[in-house]
């Protein structure tokens, strides 16, 4: 390790890639409560090996008791879980071809707008080239004259505003969509060769919880529009191989519900039954 390393290692001993994005599986399932699991590092008693665990925030004031999980086991595992949040390619480039698509219609319907508001603008310069004719005749009424040269004023205005509303560029659109397809495209591939920095903001990017029991990933939960897109992904699957509207939007509404942290009882609001401290009355 050079230098860099070093300090590298010494930082982590406060902190963790994954310290923010894995939480503990056992508070999950058993009591519908989200903790936090918390990194610790110690050192051998001769001062020459490191173990690093993490652990249940609830064990400290023993409202878990779920087991210390392996450091190198939970990273291993989170890497892993990365395999499970791929979207085939054939869903990224059908999802890609509909929003080249539906952009191109887009621009197609500003153009024809601004076309029309263009064309709008150059009625109004004839109408007041008119009225300026109109009013060097000293005969006719220049109040009413002055009162619609005010009218094309107020309209050129308008049709103006409207004008600068009008945007033909929708690439930053698409930039935000492709990002999001980039990173469920082959992201096991992406998280392990990543630095520990890159595997955090992955992390943060994708994940608004992991969960983490025995070592293993029992669970996540996805942010949006991420976990929408692993959902369309498995009903569109499930429509090209020949299931039923109904089967499909199923297959949707349960890839929704995977992703959504993992499947519970709802915890009773108070006083469940041994899980509370208080004596029964
Ligand atoms: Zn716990």
């Known amino acids: 390790m050079d230098e860099r390393g070093y300090a590298r290692e ?21 009591q519908h409560v989200n903790r ?36 190198d086991r939970v990273e291993d595992a989170v890497a892993e879980h990365y395999k499970t949040i791929r979207l085939s390619p054939a869903f990224v480039t059908a999802v890609r071809n509909h929003i080249e698509s539906a952009l191109n219609d887009q621009v197609a319907a500003q153009q024809l707008l601004r076309k029309n508001l263009e064309d709008q603008l150059a009625q109004l310069t004839v109408k007041e080239d008119n009225l300026l004719d109109l009013a060097a005749d000293s005969s006719l009424p220049q109040e009413r004259i ?13 049709v103006t505003e409207q004008l600068s509303e009008v945007h ?17 495209e082959n992201p096991y591939e992406l998280y392990l060769h990543a630095s520990e920095a890159t595997r955090r903001k992955l992390n943060q990017a994708i994940f608004a919880h992991v969960y983490v029991a025995h070592d293993e990933v029992i669970g996540d939960d996805i942010r949006s529009p991420l976990r929408e897109l692993l959902a369309a992904e498995r009903g569109w699957e499930a429509l090209t191989a020949g299931a ?15 992703h959504s942290g993992p499947e519970t009882p709802k915890a009773a609001p108070e006083g469940r ?9």
């Open 146 to 158: 002055r009162q619609r040269l005010r009218d094309i004023a107020r309209d050129r205005q308008r």
């Open 36 to 71: 936090r699991m918390i990194f610790m590092r110690t050192t051998g008693r001769h001062g020459n090996a490191n173990y690093g665990y993490f652990f249940c925030r609830g064990v400290q004031d023993h409202a878990c008791d779920a087991p210390y999980s392996s450091i």
């Open 168 to 184: 033909c560029d929708l690439s930053s659109g698409r930039a935000f969509l492709d990002v999001h397809l980039d990173l469920l």
């Open 244 to 258: 039923t509207p109904e089967a499909a939007r199923a297959a949707t509404q349960a890839a929704t519900a995977r």
């Open 273 to 281: 039954p041994g899980r509370t401290n208080k004596p029964l009355a």
């Open 10 to 30: 010494r930082r982590k001993r406060h902190d963790h890639y994954l310290k923010g994005t894995i939480w503990c599986g056992q508070c999950r399932l058993e």
